[in-house]
């Protein structure tokens, strides 16, 4: 995802981060709130906000109900959803529309 923003400044993600099944339930808050201050860190230089265990339950929940079981994946403006990692070049032409 770095490498298709620094490629495409137009390009914007929207990062759901949520635990993936076999986490144990009390650390899951813990592991996603992390994984998060280290995204922004990593992108925006500094860490914005706490992290809201809540929205981690709610991420996981709204992944489960659309069949996403592990990441990365991507849900595309047009409701497809693609699992696993994938070069720049290949992202940048299934969000311009050539699939």
């Not at 009390?26 to 992390?34: L, P, T």
């Not at 489960?64 to 990441?71: E, Y």
């Amino acid at each position: 995802m770095k490498k298709a923003l620094e490629k495409r400044k137009d390009i914007v993600f929207y990062v759901k981060l949520f635990p993936i099944v076999g986490t144990k339930p009390d650390k899951i808050g813990d592991v996603a709130c992390d994984k998060y201050a280290k995204m922004r860190t990593e992108f925006n230089g500094n860490i914005t906000k706490d992290c809201d265990q809540k929205e981690v339950v709610a991420n996981a929940a709204f992944a489960r109900s659309l069949g996403i079981s592990g990441t990365p994946a991507l849900i595309m403006p047009d409701g497809k959803i693609y699992s696993g990692k994938m070069p720049a070049d290949r992202l940048i032409k299934l969000i311009d529309g050539q699939h």
